[in-house]
């Protein structure tokens, strides 16, 4: 019988909290036709927060023409959408607006009495804030500075800072707050309160306000897109309604407003800032843009300090897997070298045993399990078909019997030596238990009137967990892949070359590692904050002359450049260790993105495009994009000169390989020099005619190769050229790369 609980909440997971057809009380929200900004959406408070009749059809000109004529100077220009405040009735509303499919998302905020605050007086506290959180030692001091700061430019009770772990589960490291709320500091809530759609929203829409837990939703009329019958898409929205259950959480902990700004450290969700109040509480639109702006600074910080712990790991296995390099190659057989380095074999992923096991014996170093155990767990991973590499920190759950030896092997690392015959190289950890205190009972769940409801107290809460070890990080794990790698190619009697190519990259990777932590630490915050104090600066000196105004131009506009330059070079070096997401990819989804992404690019030429239906691939969607848009973008660029631009974009299925074209008739280039032309800061015409880093180019053939495909070119000078690249198609029974 199914249990209803477990059902309930797999429900919850699967809510669709990014179509709720309803949005908060304190603004209106408008869904206008890009083409012609006619209003087909508005939400049913319109007409008397406005003080204008609102139909269906109605011209955004003739209702609000200062916002419409904004929208048409800004839209043409920013992709991503504008924020600014306007006087609509007699009262100062702010007005942001972003793009969805086809449609425009225009949301009116009434800007709250004595909520709104200037640069001037914002930007001090900006300024000392990054002076102090430059001087924070780790992450805790961090987390602390930023709770201090958030609450003093909000006024919210209590505003804690917590980072998520392994599975999703928040342990709080910074918190400040008044007294009125109970502190939540050094409580871990469990992964389940933030569901994985609702942690997706979070990354991709930074900061979430609910000024009055007890509001009552507002209605989207019609309640779906009149000509899709599609339900609006408010993702990206900051007013969008939220779900009637985390209400219900709010109120269970005792607040009344709350606010929430991510902490997105290299694209992926790491924590969040939570603002909460125990009375109805609205910050406004300006105040939590500082907010953001704050966070999204320690994020950098985070960031760099991550990057340099990981760098000092990378080093430190680097020198570790060179000297068990040197003991297998000079040697007959791998094995006797490997374990003759023993405290090398165990410190290479940072464990306390280790075993070899294959038809002809079993070798172990440090504390393991005994062999029959060891037996055990490689006839379990044969069964499961796992792929070369395993790893668990609680491996009793995959595999109950391992609770019998948990003391020494409640860790593992697994990764198989031979594509022909059985043979395993284990690595091991024991048992840590820990004592985690919980924001309340995280197993307790209420069921009432037919559904599930989150839990009523927050009190701490201890839970012992056994038969678990210390995780085992991102680093370690690429370290016992890298030996795999190593190992497979002495086996395979590339012993001595391999090892003199391994050093090679093992001095190569120090420095790329070293460098990329520099530029990273050095000067993307820099960069950012010349663009960042140039425009502070030209918003407040309202009086500077062209010259000046130009001068502070030239500066921003370098620095941007600079900080392009520099993040492709990080994209190129990081790319290497990136993990490939494989999946079914629809290309003529992901060009028809480029095309429009390059939309400003091609503002005011004649480009004609001939696309293609194009097949799909099997691969990182992500990374296949940052191929298109490097070609497509190439393609733009330099067919520049031409009175008349002619694009082609086409595919094909031909054998086992999947073949992409792109064709331009662009200015071309020399033959001759078609080995330099995916050559890193390889660049065929001057920078001074076409803008670029050269480094786009050696990107997508990475790409491109880490795909296990391929990627040729042939051009003409002054008569165009043509991309193409291969992908292998997927095979029957193919899940990931």
């Not at 109805?280 to 985070?302: E, G, K, T, Y």
């Not at 012993?495 to 990329?516: P, Y």
Request: aromatic fraction near 8%.
């Amino acid at each position: 019988m199914t249990d209803p609980i477990s059902e309930d909440l797999e429900a919850c997971a699967r809510e669709p909290i990014h179509i709720p057809g309803a949005i908060q009380p304190h603004g209106v929200l408008l869904v206008l036709d890009r083409s012609d900004l006619t209003i087909l959406q508005a939400s049913r408070n319109a007409a008397s927060m406005l003080g204008a009749s609102i139909e269906a059809g109605a011209r955004l000109a003739d209702i609000l023409p200062d916002i419409a004529r904004e929208i048409s100077d800004e839209m043409s220009l920013e992709e991503s959408g504008f924020q600014q405040q306007f006087d609509i009735g007699g009262r100062p509303m702010n007005a942001a607006a972003h793009r969805s499919g086809e449609t425009l998302l225009l949301e009116l905020e009434t800007v709250p009495v004595d909520g709104e605050r200037s640069v001037e007086r914002l930007f001090p506290r900006l300024r000392r804030f990054a002076d102090s959180l430059a001087a924070a030692r780790d992450d805790q001091g961090a987390a602390e500075l930023l709770a201090r700061h958030i609450r003093g430019l909000t006024g919210f009770d209590r505003v804690l800072v917590y980072r998520f772990d392994e599975e999703w589960n928040g342990h709080v490291i910074g918190e400040d707050g008044n007294g009125v709320l109970p502190s939540y500091l050094g409580l871990r809530f469990p992964a389940g309160d933030i569901p994985a759609q609702a942690r997706q929203l979070y990354r991709l829409n930074r900061v979430r306000i609910i000024p009055d837990v007890n509001y009552v939703p507002v209605s989207i009329d019609p309640d779906e897109d009149p000509r899709t019958g599609q339900p609006l898409d408010l993702s990206f929205s900051i007013l969008r309604s939220v779900s009637p259950i985390h209400l219900e959480y709010m109120r269970n902990m005792g607040t009344a407003a709350s606010m929430s700004v991510s902490i997105v450290v290299d694209g992926k969700l790491w924590g969040l800032v939570a603002c909460h109040s125990r009375n109805p509480h609205m910050v406004a639109l300006n105040v939590r843009d500082a907010c953001d702006f704050a966070v999204q600074s320690a994020a950098m910080q985070i960031a760099g300090r991550e990057r340099a712990r990981e760098v000092a790991k990378q080093v430190q296995l680097g020198e570790t897997s060179r000297r068990l390099l040197a003991a297998m190659t000079y040697v007959s057989d791998w094995r006797k070298g490997i374990f003759a380095q023993e405290q090398d074999l165990l410190a290479q992923v940072g464990a306390s045993g280790a075993a070899i096991v294959a038809e002809d014996g079993c070798w172990c170093a440090g504390k393991c399990p005994g062999e029959a155990q060891i037996r055990s767990i490689v006839d379990w991973l044969e069964r499961k078909g796992t792929p070369d590499i395993v790893s668990t920190d609680h491996l009793a759950e995959e595999f109950p019997d391992a609770a019998e030896f948990a003391d020494v092997g409640s860790g593992l690392i697994a990764i198989t030596i031979s594509e022909l015959y059985p043979s395993w190289l284990l690595w091991f950890r024991p048992e840590v238990v820990r004592t985690v205190a919980w924001g309340g009972d995280p197993h307790k769940v209420v069921r009432e009137a037919g559904r599930i409801h989150p839990r009523k107290s927050f009190e701490a809460w201890k839970e012992q967990l056994r038969h678990r070890s210390t995780p085992w990080s991102q680093t370690e794990i690429a370290a016992a892949r890298n030996l795999r790698d190593a190992v497979v190619g002495i086996v395979l009697r590339r012993a001595e070359e391999l090892a003199q190519l391994t050093e090679d990259l093992q001095r190569s990777n120090k420095e790329l590692e070293a460098f990329s932590y520099s530029v990273s630490h050095d000067l993307r915050a820099p960069f950012r904050h010349i663009v960042g104090f140039s425009e502070l600066l030209r918003e407040r000196e309202k009086n500077l002359d062209q010259k000046s105004r130009h001068y502070l131009d030239t500066i921003a506009e370098s620095a941007v450049a600079a900080g392009r330059l520099v993040d492709d070079l990080l994209n190129f070096s990081h790319l290497g260790r990136t993990e490939l997401a494989f999946k079914n990819v629809d290309m003529n989804k992901v060009v028809n993105e480029v095309r429009q992404s390059l939309a400003l690019a091609a503002k005011g030429r004649r480009i004609v495009w001939n696309v293609e239906e194009l097949p799909s691939a099997w691969g990182d969607a992500t990374l296949l994009r940052q191929v298109w848009h490097n070609l497509v973008e190439n393609a733009v660029k330099y067919t520049r000169p031409k009175e008349e631009a002619v694009i082609s974009i086409s595919g094909r299925r031909e054998g086992e390989e999947t073949i992409y074209a792109i064709g331009d008739n662009g200015v071309g280039f020399d033959m001759a020099y078609i080995d330099k032309l995916f050559g890193v800061f390889q660049r065929l015409q001057r920078v001074e005619d076409f803008e670029g880093t050269g480094i786009g180019l050696a990107l997508s053939r990475r790409v491109i190769e880490r795909h296990g495909g391929r990627i040729w070119a042939e051009g003409e000078v002054d008569r165009g050229a043509r991309f193409h690249f291969a992908l292998p198609v997927k095979k029957k029974g193919e899940y990931g790369g």
